[in-house]
Every structure is written in C-alpha cells, then in structure tokens.
C-alpha cells in the first residue's frame, strides 16, 4: 500500500514540477516576443509589443512558484540548517523531521484554503488584471492546483517521516 501511495505522490509532485516548467518557458517566450515586438515597433510592420505581458507574467510565475512546491517538498529541498546535525542522534534528527513535516502540512493546508478564499473572493467581484483584463479567480484557480497538490504531498511527506522514526525503510522510486 505504501509503496503505491509513494509511486503516485512522486508521479503527482514530477507532473506538477514539470507544468510549472513548461508555464516558465511560456512566460520566457512570450516575454521575449515582447521585447521583440518593442525592438521593432519604430519599423511600423505591424509588430509591438505583447499587450498585457506584465499581466501575464504575474499570474505564470504565481502559477509556476505553487507548481514547484510539491516537488521541493517531496525531494526536502527546503531551506534547512545542518548545522548541528551531527552532533544530534539520528533518532532524534528523525522526530526533528516528522515535527517540521507536520508543521509544512499545516502551512500547504491553512496557505491552500486561504488561496481557495482568495480565489471564492476575485470571482464574486469579478476582478480583472489592469492591462490584459485578465480574470484574476483563473490565476488564483490555476495556483490552487500546485497547492492541493503541496497539500497531498506534505501529507505523504509527514507519514513519510513518520515512517522513519518507526524504523521502516525509506523507499524511493
């Protein structure tokens, strides 16, 4: 059971890393488009710069930044001080482990229902961005994904911890 539970976090947390890829090259591409399109504006053949690009940008990179966090979670690629690592017992190194992924469980969840918040909040107002006219609820939506996500991988992360503490062999796929 585990061990299927493992295969599909993994699968999950590595789709999700990879549309937060293809989302930054998009924004690179199109960005570079745009700059393209303000180096030859004063030709006047019909080419400027991509309307709304800043717009566009804002919500690629929200959306990009939530998609990662399911892969740095999985992969305990976190800021972490190792300082005194070794000088601890690696059983208490391990309960160390199972506290901070309980607390990263608690911030995907409290930080996901409040962008769910946020996003309930931007539709029933109908908030549009500035330039682009943008519904802002599409990018708080497409953000939610990366962080229900974060959630189930924080989730499996902590039993994962758990896991070792108890003294069952870590299992990587």
């Known amino acids: 059971m585990y061990r299927h539970l493992n295969s599909l976090v993994y699968a999950l947390a590595h789709l999700l890393a990879l549309a937060g890829g293809v989302v930054l090259l998009a924004i690179t591409f199109l960005t570079c488009l745009s700059i393209l399109g303000r180096a030859v504006i004063s030709l006047d053949i019909g080419l400027g710069p991509i309307r709304g690009i800043y717009d566009m940008t804002e919500i690629g990179m929200a959306v990009a930044v939530f998609a990662f966090l399911p892969w740095a979670q999985l992969r305990e690629a976190h800021a972490r001080v190792d300082l005194f690592q070794w000088a601890i017992p690696k ?42 006219q943008i519904p802002v609820w599409q990018g708080y939506a497409a953000g939610l994904v990366g962080a229900v996500g974060f959630v189930i991988v924080a989730l499996f992360c902590t039993l994962r ?13």
């Open 91 to 132: 059983k208490a190194d391990q309960a160390i482990d199972l506290v901070f992924n309980v607390a990263m469980a608690c911030v995907a969840i409290i930080g996901t229902h409040r962008l769910y918040l946020g996003m309930q909040d931007k539709l029933s107002y109908g908030e549009t961005t500035l330039i682009a």
């Open 161 to 173: 911890a758990a896991r070792r503490l108890a003294g069952y062999e870590d299992i990587t796929p």
